[in-house]
């Protein structure tokens, strides 16, 4: 007999993903949590921390900034995506009308918007920004930017593994943002 237990495995990640984010969503003691959840592959919660009141500013700044250079679509905070580990909340989202009805959800998008943003808080963690990254490139993402501490930003395209000089999508976009 195995000392593992056998763990069921999951036909599909997106509907699971879907399905465990809305039940989550009923449960009044994680809806009252007052940082952000994500859940883990198997449906278990991952409890994080409330961001800093500059985290929301840096936030904003972006939506305002997606709002004004990225062509017509949808922008959005805190935006939850199934993906092949889980719900990942992303800080902010632009997508296209047409992108919209490939992964719009009932409570979670089905996939990655066009493009994904994560603002760095301080309990994050190198690895678990780079982790995102994948995970929103292989859910459909076609850029993802990632702001520092300080307001600035760096841009990846799925075709490129390394940091691009500017995102293809909004090149008019600004490296950085207010801080203040």
């Not at 902010?92 to 066009?114: I, T, Y």
Request: positive net charge; charged residues 30%; aromatic residues 8%.
């Amino acid at each position: 007999m195995s000392a593992l237990l056998s763990i069921p495995r999951i036909k599909n990640q997106t509907v699971f993903n879907i399905d465990r984010w809305e039940e989550i969503g009923r449960d009044p003691m994680l809806r009252n949590w007052p940082g952000r959840v994500e859940t883990d592959r198997y449906g278990n919660p991952i409890m994080m921390c409330y961001a800093e009141f500059s985290h929301g500013g840096k936030q904003f700044d972006i939506a305002s900034l997606l709002q004004k250079h990225a062509p017509t679509g949808k922008v959005t905070v805190e935006c939850p995506i199934s993906t092949s580990e889980g719900i990942k909340v992303a800080d902010v989202v632009w997508m296209s009308k047409k992108r919209l009805v490939q992964v719009g959800g009932r409570v979670a998008l089905k996939g990655a918007p066009e493009i994904c943003v994560e603002v760095i808080s301080p309990g994050n963690k190198r690895g678990e920004i780079e982790e995102k990254r994948r995970l929103y490139f292989e859910a459909g993402a076609k850029e993802v930017w990632v702001c520092d501490r300080r307001g600035r930003l760096s841009f990846f395209l799925k075709e490129a593994p390394e940091t691009a000089a500017a995102s293809l999508l909004c090149p008019k976009v600004p490296r950085s943002v207010s801080i203040d």
